[in-house]
């Protein structure tokens, strides 16, 4: 069974989100989603959701793509995560492209293009026009 796995917000998850979804589950038959806790987007990316982590968790669980949901609570876990699931492919957007290669010699790094145009930031703007 090859493993993939990826990380973020997915805070009012939209097209952009499940296109990336989609494009990771590609490179395996089991996804995981280390999804960022309230606390770990408060403290470490400034992001306030609008979906706390529970909310945001459920509605990554009902996406086709999605096998696992665990958290992310640091910059730090992404080896220990790669190693405990037994991780072949690290799949993220390009907008992060170059920051994981420290995980290659661990498992194949993959940058997939984002889906332009569509952002929560945006989305939130859009609806306070
Ligand atoms: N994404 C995308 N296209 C968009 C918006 C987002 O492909 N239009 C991708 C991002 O590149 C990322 C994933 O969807 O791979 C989740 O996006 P965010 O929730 O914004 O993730 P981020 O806050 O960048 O958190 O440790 C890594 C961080 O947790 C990543």
Redesign the pocket.
Known sequence: MKRVI??????LLHY??I??LRRAKEYGDYLIVAL?TDEFNWNE?Q?KCYFDYEKRRQLLEAVRYVDLVIP?EN?EQKRSDVVEYHVDTFV??D??AGKFDFLKDLCQVVY?P??PE???TQIKLDLNR
Do not use: A, P, Q, V
């Open positions: 990826t990380y973020g917000t997915f805070d952009g989100h296109n990336l960022s990316k992001k992310e910059w993220m957007g907008d992060w997939l984002r889906t569509i952002s929560t």
